[in-house]
């Protein structure tokens, strides 16, 4: 459900996104091999995530950083160095989901931005380019929630 939740931007986007997973590891477990199952199973869930995306992106609002105010630059050592797991899922859930997926797949999962452009089905550059937004909107979200929490 973790995987499912960082790729998500809600609680049921995600339940429907392990579902589905579910439902292609009961088609598939014939397939499975003496591999981890725990990783298979991962793989799955992110293949699904990436298989939502692409299937609903035609519906999902995409937020353009660019059209929006600029970001404004403050130092950053005036922001907490902890962070809560929720607060930091909550911040990844709010990101416009190609930046979402982008940031997921290369800081967390592991995946290089070739990888990840074939599965998502961009280019290496748009890969790099929406990694790099993805990280500037979350510095920005967490920047405002410690400014206005003090």
Same mark, same amino acid.
């Given at each position: 459900?973790?995987?499912?939740?960082?790729?998500?931007?809600?609680?049921?986007? &995600?339940?429907?996104?392990?579902? #589905?997973?579910?439902?292609?590891?009961?088609?598939?477990?014939?397939?499975?091999? #003496?591999?981890?199952?725990?990783?298979?199973?991962?793989?799955? =869930? !992110? +293949?699904?995530? $990436?298989?939502?995306?692409?299937? +609903?992106?035609?519906?999902?609002?995409?937020? #353009?950083?660019? $059209?929006?105010?600029?970001?404004?630059?403050?130092?950053?050592?005036?922001?907490? #160095?902890?962070?809560?797991?929720?607060?930091?899922?909550?911040? =990844?859930?709010?990101?416009?989901?190609?930046?979402?997926?982008?940031?997921?797949?290369?800081?967390?999962?592991?995946?290089?931005?070739?990888? !990840?452009?074939?599965?998502?089905?961009? $280019? =290496?550059?748009?890969?790099? $380019?929406?990694?790099?937004?993805?990280?500037?909107?979350?510095?920005?979200? !967490? !920047?405002?929630?410690?400014? &206005?929490?003090?």
């Amino acid at each position: 459900m973790s995987i499912a939740l960082r790729y998500s931007q809600n609680y049921e986007e &995600a339940i429907e996104i392990l579902n #589905d997973s579910f439902i292609k590891v009961f088609k598939k477990i014939k397939d499975y091999n #003496d591999l981890s199952f725990k990783g298979w199973l991962r793989r799955i =869930v !992110i +293949n699904t995530a $990436s298989d939502h995306y692409r299937k +609903n992106k035609k519906h999902l609002y995409h937020k #353009d950083i660019e $059209s929006q105010e600029a970001l404004t630059v403050i130092d950053t050592e005036t922001v907490d #160095d902890q962070i809560s797991y929720d607060e930091l899922l909550e911040a =990844v859930q709010q990101l416009p989901p190609s930046y979402r997926n982008t940031f997921c797949m290369y800081v967390i999962d592991g995946y290089k931005h070739e990888e !990840i452009a074939e599965m998502l089905n961009v $280019s =290496v550059g748009t890969s790099k $380019s929406n990694l790099h937004r993805a990280r500037a909107y979350l510095r920005e979200l !967490i !920047i405002r929630r410690d400014y &206005a929490v003090a």
